[in-house]
């Protein structure tokens, strides 16, 4: 009896499928009462279906799941609230319109005797649970105006006042700054001392190894290992999530730059609604045929606003010099841009890139399809001719040539985006975050693939929101903060350290 | 080529959408037999060609703004207006004719061909200023397509009013709400129903090739499937906006000319009204995804065609005052059709019909509805009795919904 009160969480066998995949097969886990339990794993290892079906979201096709000791099934997050499950999700979803008191108790609503809602006691228990996070934001606030991280605070509130003993964060700190990530570090600390048991998602390796007791590693759906933090190290867990050692090689010998292909001068860009976009203020830099540009910053620093001011994709009016190959120029719109040989691979790659309802070629030939015209109509077999060359250079794995691009997974989807451009004959591309949410095999083939476009001449400027990534690539980085270049390093100067000291100037 | 394939999908989902133009072909050929065996006239069986001519003139009616409607909707947006739009045209279409010859038109004597032409001219190019209009609304003053052409539904008809009557004051010795139309070349419309089958074909013919083999198809289901993609590979989305809306537009123009010839009267009060939704329903029954991107134009003849196939039906059955339940039957197509193409998906995930309270709420409704209409159609007994079995059959199914649930969770739960 007493041992079965140790473990929290009991998962025997789980497994899952999805239309066309096995998203778990036949998953046993064991999280102990108590324990900080950090799960990692590829994009696409199951991470998140596992605790969609702890958390009720998903049901599994088969299966037990025992919390406590005793057999539950969730047929909704109701039902695992009831259980004290609560699941933060990488996505916040919190309704933006309503108070922070209003979304602490969304569905459970403080009411008074005639059934009225009784704001008076929501707010004073929402402040109560964020003091215990140690939280400085007022219940009374509108959500929409707390940053990331604060939104966060009222996430873990709410799985508070649900009386959660387990709560579950998937990938908590991909939007956090290093400030808001150690507050986090502080309140998990917190709740593990008020007995809560954490699951932790990441595949951060620093974070997991700070806070985790154990970690679980899963692999295409099944569960690897289960170890001791003590008894591993990193490079030891990416080498189980990957299923083979991963070399941090430096792409991109010392070559020669060519001809400075863009340049950007004094670039400024007036917010225009006070709250949202970023401003810039006089951002200047240049990129040379072959050269990775990086650009670092925390989010928010304006990184994606170059991008798209230089791409003629933004909404607001700019001020400055951008000058392509010697000449200057202003795009009105992203065709303009393309035209004269610039392209973007935008960041968020479904919101922003890829077209669900068409297939793989589709996707690709969707800026080149006046060279598919035969007879004045479009013709599929040349269409099919024209993608084919990219996919087969770059190595877009896809089941054919029409399947649905919701088939294929993202680093396969990312690389369609790129092929997209390429076929336009591009000089310059700009790549807005272009691993995120891509898992570490995809990565390095991603990473190959930049390299060898950078070496037939190509002039690449690179943001992403992982330092090392941006190390590995880039020949030059500038760091940018608020919306200013704080700082530019070469190779060999830079570092994760000086980067970070760059990024965090006010 | 690297080719990896761990399960054919990609073959299954090139199948879909011709199944289910394959099921609204099987669902067409169903009714009509029904319909044949059903009504005690055995109209189908007796004057199939005029039934069949019935059929095929509405059905060519309502195609060719259907065609206009399920553009617009696989271009992410939705146009309300048709309707009103059908009105305008035939009011700026006689108005024209009566400005131009006004002694011939009410004399009702021939107005010559040229003028008849102008006329045409005139109500198609109404169409594409309309469109430009929806689209400027949409593009730069920023309303969501449903509020913009929700205006233009209800101002346009309000427009072609008052449009007939300040021009009937002027040019006619009276004020009038309708002005007659009675030149042969509308004449022959009319009474030649090739003419808008063939118009409607032809239509099709070239929607399809449109968007199927053309950049201008490709971009406006790129457009549709997800608009910030569109701009940023390049798309100019407003110019794909435009064409679309003023397809729109001009197809519900054409369509209102149709509507002239066979009623022989332009008559803005009510042409065409409602008949915005009928054109929606048919390019949804027929595949067109209302979220954008998603749609044939084989699907929507089909879906044109198949409404009004079941409208036919359910006249030729009830003989007298059908017209009063065209509505009734739309709307319970839609849900059906619908319902039966989610179908696949909702039966996988163990969904009831009548959970939980709302089902029980929903009981009495169905029972209500299947009792009123029995007893409009065919008798006050007859609905009782009907009400009565419909209550007993769901109440039934609810029982057997539950046990069933009930037993599958303790299955699971003992595994």
Sequence with gaps: ?506 | MKLWSPFPLHALRRWWPSQNEWSLLVAIVLAIVLTALVDSNHTYFFRPFESLRDIARNSAMLGIFSLGAAVVIIAGGIDLSSGSMIALSGTVCSVTMLALAPTEMMAFKPVGSAVVFIAVLASLLTGFFVGTLHTWLITVVRLPPFIATLATLVGLRSFARALCESSTAVLTPTKSALINVADPAFKVVRDNVWFSVVTFLVLAFFTWLMLSRTVLGRHLKALGGNEQAARLAGIHTENVKWFAYCFGAMTAALAGLFYIANESVAAPVNQGRGHELNAIAAAVVGGCSLSGGVGTVQGTVLGAFFLRVVIDAVSKIIKTGADVYEGLIVGVVVVLAVTFAQGVNGLRHDRRILPGSLGLCTIPVLALLAGSLASMTTGAASGVAAGFTAFIALVALRIWENRSHDKKAQVSNSQ
């Excluded at chain 1, 299923?243 to 010998?253: A, D, K, N, P, T």
């Excluded at chain 1, 794995?397 to 649905?404: F, G, N, Q």
């Design chain 1, 1 to 506: 009896m007493n041992k079965q009160a140790e473990v929290a969480v009991a998962m025997r066998g789980i497994t899952k499928q999805f239309p066309g995949v096995v998203a778990l097969d036949d998953v046993t886990l064991q999280v102990r009462r108590g324990e900080v339990h950090a799960i990692c794993g590829e994009n696409g290892a199951g991470k998140s279906t596992l605790m969609k079906i702890l958390s009720g979201v998903h049901q599994p096709d088969a299966g037990e799941l025992e919390i406590a000791g005793q057999s539950v099934q969730f047929h909704s997050t109701r039902d695992a609230e009831n259980a004290g499950v609560a699941i933060i999700h990488q996505e916040l979803e919190l309704v933006e319109e309503l108070t922070v008191a209003a979304n602490v108790f969304l569905g459970r609503e403080p009411r008074t005797r005639f059934g009225f809602l009784n704001d008076a006691i929501a707010k004073r228990k929402a402040q109560e649970l964020l003091g215990l996070l140690d939280a400085s934001i007022s219940p009374e606030e509108m959500t929409s105006g707390l940053r990331v991280g604060d939104q966060q605070l009222v996430e873990i509130a709410k799985a508070l006042s649900l009386q959660a003993s387990i709560i579950v964060m998937d990938e908590p700190t991909s939007a956090l700054t290093d400030a808001e990530t150690e507050r986090l570090e502080r309140t998990i600390a917190t709740l593990r001392l008020q007995g809560c048991t954490i699951l932790y998602i990441s595949h951060k390796m620093d974070e997991v190894f700070r806070l985790a007791d154990r970690i679980t590693i899963l692999r295409d759906g099944r569960h690897v290992c289960t170890v001791n933090k003590t008894e591993t190290t990193a490079s030891e867990v990416t080498g189980w999530m990957v299923g083979r050692e991963i070399s941090e090689h430096r792409f991109r010998s010392q070559q020669t730059v060519g001809k400075c292909l863009l340049e950007v001068k004094d670039l400024c860009v007036a917010s225009q609604d006070s709250s949202q976009s970023v401003q810039l203020h006089n951002v200047s830099f240049r990129v040379h045929a072959g050269e990775v540009l990086g650009i670092a910053g925390l989010m928010g620093a304006g990184r994606t606003e170059v991008l798209e001011a230089i791409f003629g994709a933004s909404n607001s009016q700019w001020q400055g010099t951008i000058s392509l190959g010697g000449q200057a120029v202003s795009f009105a719109h992203p065709s303009d841009a393309c035209k004269a040989g610039l392209v973007m691979v935008p960041e968020d790659r479904k919101r922003l890139g890829i077209f669900l309802n068409l297939n793989v070629t589709e996707n690709i030939s969707i800026c080149s399809l006046f060279h598919a015209i035969r007879n004045g109509l479009l013709s599929k077999k040349a269409e099919e001719g024209i993608v084919a060359k990219p996919m087969n250079q770059i190595g877009i794995k896809t089941p054919s040539l029409t399947a649905s691009i919701s088939e294929l997974s993202g680093g396969n989807q990312q690389k369609c985006i790129i092929s997209r451009w390429l076929l336009t004959k591009p000089h310059v591309l700009l790549l807005d975050d272009p691993t995120r949410g891509i898992d570490v095999g995809a990565k390095a083939e991603l990473y190959e693939l930049i390299d060898t476009l950078c070496q037939s001449g190509l002039a690449v400027v690179l943001t992403s929101s992982e330092l090392p990534e941006l190390l590995t690539l880039s020949d030059r980085i500038i760091v940018m903060a608020e919306g200013r270049v704080t700082a530019e390093f070469s190779r060999d100067e830079a570092n994760e350290k000086k980067i970070m000291t760059a990024a965090t100037l006010a």
